[in-house]
Structure formats: structure tokens, C-alpha cells
């Protein structure tokens, strides 16, 4: 259905690198993009002087697990966030996790009191495990 759709539009890549920095652009613009699949892009797209500014988010430490429990629930004792990094740092028993996966656990479970979003990695790590199975992960509601 997507290679459908892709098939389909009328928009060219010739016509996207044209609109960032053909004749008729516009100057003074700032283009963000964003991939999970760098390697993938051709690179035309992004080339020196068309893209100038690469920057790299990579897997989420320790202490931004820590400071990130902190600022969504900003009640809890420090030593909540400390067992929260070191459960799930447990549970991932080495995979990656980036701070929007992260972001979005702790958004899903803001009803929840600290205790049980401190308790709750497991669900992290089933929700890696699904989007790690599924070839083509589509959002969806995550019923927390």
C-alpha cells in the first residue's frame, strides 16, 4: 500500500532537491530531516551545502533515564529514578533505547504514580520487542 502511494505521487526527487536549493528556492530557510535509516538516503540528498549540519541522537545513558523520570514526575525521590534506570537497564540487558521511546512510555503511563512507572520497564521492552518483529511499525495506541 505505501510503495503504492510512493508510486503514485507526483512528487519527484528531482523535484524535492530543486525545492530546497533549486533556482526558484527561497533563502533564509532552515530544513530539518529527520531518518532512522541515514544509510539508506541518496546521497544527493545529503550532500556538503545542501544538508550542513548533521546531528546524531543515539541510544539514551543513564543519567538521561534518570533525569528524565525526574521531570515527569517531579515529586519522587531521586533514589525511585535511580532504581527505574537500573531495572530497565537490566531488562534491556544491552538493546538500545532512544529518548522519544522513552518519552513516550513515560507519556503513556502519566496517570500512573511514580511507584508504578518506576515498576513498569517491562512494558518498554515488550513494546521494543513488538516494533523489533514488525517489518513496518505503524503507530497505534498503546492502551496504558
Known sequence: ??????????????????????????????FV????????????????????????????Q??????????????AEPELATRFQELLGEKLKGRELSMAALQQYFIAMRKKSAIEAAEGVDLIVQELE???????SRPRETGL
Open 62 to 75: 543513564a543519567e538521561q533515564m534518570r533525569s528524565l523520570f525526574g521531570q515527569f514526575y517531579p515529586g
Open 33 to 60: 530531516l529527520t531518518t532512522n535509516l541515514r544509510d539508506e538516503l541518496d546521497p544527493a540528498l545529503i550532500r556538503n551545502g545542501r544538508v550542513d549540519c548533521h546531528v546524531y541522537f543515539g541510544a539514551i
Open 130 to 136: 513488538e516494533r523489533a518483529s514488525s517489518a513496518w
Open 1 to 30: 500500500d505505501r510503495k503504492k502511494k510512493i508510486i503514485q505521487s507526483p512528487l519527484t526527487f528531482s523535484g524535492l532537491l530543486n525545492a530546497i536549493d533549486g533556482v526558484g528556492s527561497a533563502t533564509g530557510q532552515i
